[in-house]
């Protein structure tokens, strides 16, 4: 079981830049595709970001391409989220999970999630 904690969020003004670190525990880390969610008041939750196991390919939803960057480092169990040219739509609770390749599938539970607010 891989459990998961998120950190980096805060409340910056539109424009500007956060970076999202989710430490994972588990020895399948190094091998697990990796992805960030994100969850605004009354929405679902939706998919931001996938990273595959070795770094080498990564998926963006449209809303945040070009924008946001995901990046992993399976020396140290951390996924990465840098988010750059912040709008107020990002305002959301920001989720890491083990996913499914493609399908974008989530295993296991979710953390406790990191605020990002962003304000106009």
């Known amino acids: 079981q891989v459990r998961l904690v998120e950190s980096g969020g805060g409340l910056v003004q539109a424009g500007g830049s956060l970076r999202l670190s989710c430490a994972a525990s588990?020895?399948?880390?190094?091998?697990?595709?990796m992805g960030w969610f994100r969850q605004a008041p009354g929405k679902e939750r939706e998919f931001v970001a996938a990273?595959?196991?070795?770094?080498?390919?990564?998926y963006y939803a449209d809303s945040v391409k070009g924008r946001f960057t995901i990046s992993k480092d399976n020396a140290k169990n951390m996924v990465y989220l840098q988010m750059n040219s912040l709008k107020p739509g990002d305002t959301a609770v920001y989720y890491c999970?083990?996913?499914?390749?493609?399908?974008?599938?989530?295993?296991?539970?979710w953390g406790q999630g990191t605020q990002v607010t962003v304000s106009s």
């Open positions: 990273i595959n196991w070795s770094g080498g390919s990564t």
């Open positions: 999970n083990k996913v499914d390749w493609g399908s974008w599938a989530v295993f296991g539970s």
């Open positions: 588990g020895r399948t880390f190094s091998m697990s595709a």
